[in-house]
């Protein structure tokens, strides 16, 4: 099956992973994210007109949000196989940019899971007060179980980037790196390592910068 993938059958696990993000997004902005949960959220920041302007400018451009979700899976996409091409390359190592990508699709699948979790937990375990509720519930992250008010801003996402899941993802593009690209296990491993692991670091320093100078 993962063969059939990597040879013809990457563009439509792209749409099905674009179509399950497009499940949980709906999920959340319909069923999770009510009227009552933005009031919450923004009550003590905006006021109500500005908060009834938010509200509007979702219903009418509600599609906008459907939009980027492709865009952004995407991007993602292609600078992960580029990461794991140029990690190739330092070893002296050629890779397929249609298999690598295809091997990438496949992981990227991993990230629905905390997402799911999440819808989960908050339709059937507790309810939703604020928008924030659910972004921040991550018991999977290091960031969660720190406490927040001592943290600099900064340090936020890359302790959310020290995640289980980010830890299966790295796995994962081992594991299939070493199954499907490359004939040794241990150019499978200095692939990722030097090719994910070093842009995924790149990556949260560039966004740490971002926070420092607009925080």
């Known amino acids: 099956m993962i063969n059939s993938i990597l040879k013809s059958n990457k563009l439509t696990f792209f749409i099905l992973l674009v179509f399950l993000s497009w499940l949980i997004q709906f999920i959340s902005s319909?069923?999770?994210?009510?009227?009552?949960?933005?009031?919450?959220?923004?009550?003590?920041?905006?006021?109500?007109?500005?908060?009834?302007?938010?509200?509007?400018?979702?219903?009418e451009y509600w599609w906008f949000a459907y939009?980027?979700?492709?865009?952004?899976?995407?991007?993602?996409?292609?600078?992960?196989?580029?990461?794991l091409i140029i990690g190739?390359?330092?070893f002296?190592?050629?890779?397929?940019?249609?298999?690598?990508?295809?091997?990438?699709i496949i992981a990227e699948y991993i990230f629905l899971i905390p997402s799911f979790f999440q819808l989960f937990w908050f339709s059937t375990i507790t309810n939703?007060?604020?928008?924030?509720?659910m972004v921040s519930f991550t018991p999977w992250t290091l960031w969660y179980y720190l406490d927040h008010?001592?943290?600099?801003?900064?340090?936020?996402?890359p302790l959310n980037l020290v995640n289980l899941f980010e830890l299966f993802f790295i796995i994962s593009l081992t594991f299939f790196t070493k199954k499907f690209?490359?004939?040794?296990?241990?150019?499978?491993?200095?692939?990722?390592?030097?090719?994910?692991?070093s842009?995924?670091?790149?990556?949260?320093?560039?966004?740490?910068?971002?926070?420092?100078?607009?925080?």
Not at 149 to 157: A, G
Not at 181 to 197: M, P, R
Not at 199 to 215: E, P
């Open 67 to 83: 939009v980027l979700v492709p865009i952004i899976l995407g991007i993602k996409v292609i600078l992960i196989t580029l990461a």
């Open 199 to 215: 842009g995924l670091l790149t990556w949260a320093i560039f966004i740490s910068f971002l926070s420092i100078q607009y925080s």
């Open 88 to 90: 190739a390359v330092l």
């Open 149 to 157: 008010e001592e943290l600099m801003q900064w340090v936020n996402y």
């Open 30 to 59: 319909e069923f999770l994210f009510t009227e009552d949960v933005w009031y919450s959220t923004y009550g003590e920041q905006l006021t109500i007109e500005q908060i009834d302007g938010l509200l509007e400018w979702n219903l």
């Open 92 to 104: 002296d190592i050629s890779l397929s940019f249609s298999k690598t990508m295809g091997v990438v």
């Open 128 to 133: 939703v007060t604020t928008i924030t509720d």
């Open 181 to 197: 690209l490359v004939e040794e296990d241990q150019n499978a491993y200095k692939i990722v390592l030097y090719g994910y692991g």
